[in-house]
């Protein structure tokens, strides 16, 4: 009997030690990853405007292992000589990498404001822009680039330039809840069908170009300004949507609108350097955002259904900088959580400091 324990305990020792080498290959997955940004096309793609220019970029992505993956682009930080231009959010960019393979992931424009570049370069841009000189210009940009793979794990490739390969560390994956960005979901989620609440949103084309608000030197207080000037200004936005999530208490409904955000609108982390606002129905047609996104939105719900509430900004761990934003909604006395980054309706982390905007 007990050789037969021997033997059974031998058996269950290695059938572990498999389980853990399987895993820790998991885990490395992303360094096996390479990654290289560039022109998807040739200069002549490049396209000026009075306002702007905008650089089509394509995604070389090598995958190294011996498995398939699927492996996305959520979010491209444009930096000219070092100074954030603004960031890229692109609706679909994602591709399923067979192994040993490279593909190469398309539709992705970055788009550069003229005043901010000059306001960087000063008259360089002109004669950049008046020669024809778009390789100088390609040589001065770099990227900060938001990637996930299968699904579940957020990574990040930083200050990568045009035409330069990336092995991605797996140290850069997150499933944590903080991150240097803050309080961020714990992992991308399986959100619902747009289809569940088209009907009760405004048409698209109520959108504009400039719906993205980038504000590259602004503080997050200033980013609370102007959600609170959103949420106001744009609450027709979320009127329809507004009166489907009302229920019969203010904690009820409350519990609807996390319960949407949570479940329809993927959670993507903002740049540690810019800080970005987005009217609703941008994000409820992107069908993902930060936490600056998601507390817009909820904000012109509530200011639809007529419940008070103000932001909160948030610091973790000791750190001086506010990190994070969400609402509250005071009722009865008490205050009403509703931060659809965590995982429960009224939760809310504990914050070393704090700050409300009502």
């Known amino acids: 009997m007990q050789n037969e324990h021997k033997i059974l305990l031998g058996l269950f020792g290695i059938g572990a030690i498999f389980g853990i080498l399987k895993i820790t290959q998991l885990a490395n997955f992303a360094k096996l990853l390479s990654f290289s940004p560039k022109l998807n096309g040739n200069l002549k793609s490049i396209k000026i405007s009075l306002t702007e220019v905008k650089i089509p970029l394509a995604v070389a992505i090598g995958n190294r292992t011996d498995q398939t993956m699927k492996v996305g682009v959520n979010a491209v930080e444009v930096f000219y000589k070092g100074k954030s ?4 959010n692109p609706t679909t960019a994602s591709a399923t990498i067979q192994k040993y393979a490279t593909t190469t992931i398309t539709g992705i424009d970055l788009v550069l404001s003229l005043t901010s570049l000059i306001a960087v370069a000063g008259s360089a841009i002109n004669n950049i822009i008046t020669g024809g000189d778009f390789n100088t210009l390609l040589t001065d940009i770099t990227l900060n680039v938001t990637c996930t793979y299968n699904d579940s794990v957020v990574f990040s490739i930083n200050k990568i330039a045009l035409g330069e390969e990336k092995q991605v560390n797996a140290q ?26 088209e009907k009760f949103i405004p048409l698209k084309s109520a959108l504009k170009n400039r719906d ?13 300004i102007f959600m609170q000037q959103i949420a106001k200004k744009c609450k027709a936005d979320t009127a329809m949507l507004a009166r489907q999530l009302k229920k019969s208490t203010v904690e009820k409904t409350l519990q609807a609108i996390f ?12 740049s540690a350097t810019t800080e970005q606002v987005r009217r ?3 994000t409820l047609y992107d069908r993902k955002g930060d936490c600056d996104c998601f507390s817009t939105l909820i904000a012109s719900l509530l200011e639809n259904l007529n419940i008070p509430y103000f932001f909160r900004i948030a610091a973790y761990n000791g750190k001086e900088n506010y990190q994070h934003v969400y609402v509250v909604v005071p009722h009865n006395g008490v205050e009403l959580v509703c931060d659809p980054v965590v995982d429960a309706c009224f939760y809310e982390k504990p914050t070393s400091k704090h700050k409300d905007f009502a």
């Open 85 to 88: 231009m603004g960031i890229t």
């Open 212 to 224: 993205l608000i980038c504000i590259p030197n602004g503080s997050v207080e200033d980013t609370v």
């Open 280 to 282: 609703p129905l941008r």
């Open 172 to 197: 850069n994956h997150t499933r944590a809840s903080m991150s240097g960005l803050g309080l961020v979901a714990a992992s991308l989620r399986k959100i619902k069908p747009f289809a569940d609440y």
């Open 259 to 270: 319960d949407f955000v949570y479940n329809y609108i993927q959670y993507v982390p903002d």
